[in-house]
């Protein structure tokens, strides 16, 4: 049952030790303040580095072409890797591949056009496993497919700003383009979460460009997903490849420059490891914080419980039971950890917001809290509240009413 006159005897007490409640109730808020604030910027880092990742697909592998450094077979090195139609196909053929894709760069200038417009475009000539590996979302029409390479068709899927700046209001969609005076029939437009520079892209089956543009059987990368695969099983496939395109181009596997083998799967798992790190680091330093803050409040409450010795004991003379006095401690110790929590969490989360609006960088982006996190902070300082008073409350009701009246 709510007893009112008890909280107007702990609000009393409160309001004669003014000072040395704020002080006390700061120590708490600011334990709470910084909890939230070193979670939310935690989070906004984890964003930040989230947001490099956002243009290609995390699970996958990317194979860039070099030159060598070290002799091999009695062959020189300098020489140049050249990949071609039919390392794509091997590697596809690799235990774990997904969606695998090629790039073929049309050599020199590449001028695109619609009736007497222009735009400075970039053309990516790719099987239809690229729309895996870079995440391109079509919003009309459709992407590359597998008819469009087996069938050297001359069509292309342009970026939503190629469109804007080539069809304006008009649809794009069946219409012919010209790239480098070749007529290309628009089947699809995509957008890219990445860059403003990916809608800038038009992408040509590889098979179409190679015939064209005089590329022959050359290709300049291959990437490809691995689906489910865990890490190891990713690094054993990032070793085949080197393996395979050593014993196909006549270079050392070691050599390190004669290819480039990028594993983002790896490159995630440490960016995940990183953050986990960051984050047992955060609620270490926060708790810590907050604990000081509530050491802080027990140490007030042992200070209460001396200086009320007399009162507790003509309490206990005049027949008040142990939990009485016991609740009453507690009642005030919770009450300061609440209302001084309650104001760490509402000012935390205010700054996160003003540093939400303001502090968007590339790595360092919406730091926030999830709510689950703050009512779980603010449950962990409340019960922080109740131990803290705990201690000196029991002492309390152990007083002797004898001794409480002799103490001076």
């Known amino acids: ?11 009393d007490t409160i309001g004669k030790n003014r000072l040395r409640t704020f002080l006390t109730g700061f120590s708490v808020a600011w334990g709470i303040f910084m909890l939230i604030i070193l979670l939310g910027s935690g989070q906004g880092l984890a964003h930040g580095i989230e947001y490099q990742f956002r243009d290609d697909s995390v699970n996958s592998i990317w ?10 077979k009695g062959l020189k090195p300098g020489r140049s890797i050249q990949f071609t139609n039919a390392d794509h196909d091997d590697m596809s053929t690799i235990d774990g591949v997904e969606h695998i894709t090629s790039r073929f760069y049309i050599q020199g200038p590449v001028l695109v056009s619609y009736k007497g417009e222009n735009e400075d475009a970039s053309v990516r000539s790719v099987h239809p496993g690229h729309q895996a590996v870079e995440n391109t979302i079509i919003t009309e029409g459709r992407y590359i497919n597998r008819y469009d390479v087996r069938d050297h068709r001359k069509v292309a899927v342009i970026g939503k700003l190629v469109k804007e700046a080539l069809f304006k209001d008009e649809p794009a969609i069946g219409r012919n383009i010209e790239i480098n005076g070749i007529a290309f029939k628009v089947v699809g437009v995509f957008e890219d979460v990445g860059s403003e520079g990916e809608m800038r892209q038009i992408y040509l089956p590889i098979s179409t460009a190679q015939r064209t543009f005089a590329g022959g059987n050359r290709i300049a990368q291959i990437m490809f997903t691995t689906g489910e695969a865990d890490l190891e099983k990713t690094q054993a496939m990032a070793e085949e490849v080197t393996k395979r395109l050593a014993s ?32 047992i680091f955060i609620w270490i330093v926060g708790i810590g914080t ?13 200070i209460t419980v001396r200086e ?13 039971t142990p939990w009485s006095v016991v609740s009453l401690i507690l009642q005030e110790s919770v009450l300061i950890t609440a209302v001084a929590g309650y104001v760490g969490l509402v000012l935390g989360v205010f700054t996160l917001e003003i540093l939400s609006g303001r502090l968007n960088a590339e790595y360092f982006r919406n730091p926030e ?12 300082l409340v019960a922080a509240g109740t131990v803290a008073g705990f201690f000196p409350a029991v002492k309390a009701a152990r007083i002797r009413p004898i001794e409480a009246l002799r103490d001076e």
């Open 308 to 320: 009320r010795t007399k009162e507790i004991g003509i309490r206990k003379t005049l027949g008040a």
């Open 63 to 72: 194979i860039f072409s070099g030159q060598t450094s070290v002799p091999h």
């Open 248 to 279: 196909t181009h006549d270079f050392a596997a070691e050599d390190e420059r004669a290819v480039f083998v990028s594993n983002l799967n790896e490159d995630f798992a440490q960016f995940l490891s990183l953050m986990s790190g960051i984050r």
């Open 369 to 380: 809290v999830d709510l689950r996190v703050a009512l779980y902070a603010t449950a962990l």
């Open 290 to 302: 907050i604990l000081a803050g509530v050491v802080g409040v027990s140490n007030i409450m042992m």
């Open 1 to 11: 049952m709510f007893d009112l006159d008890k909280w107007q005897e702990i609000l």
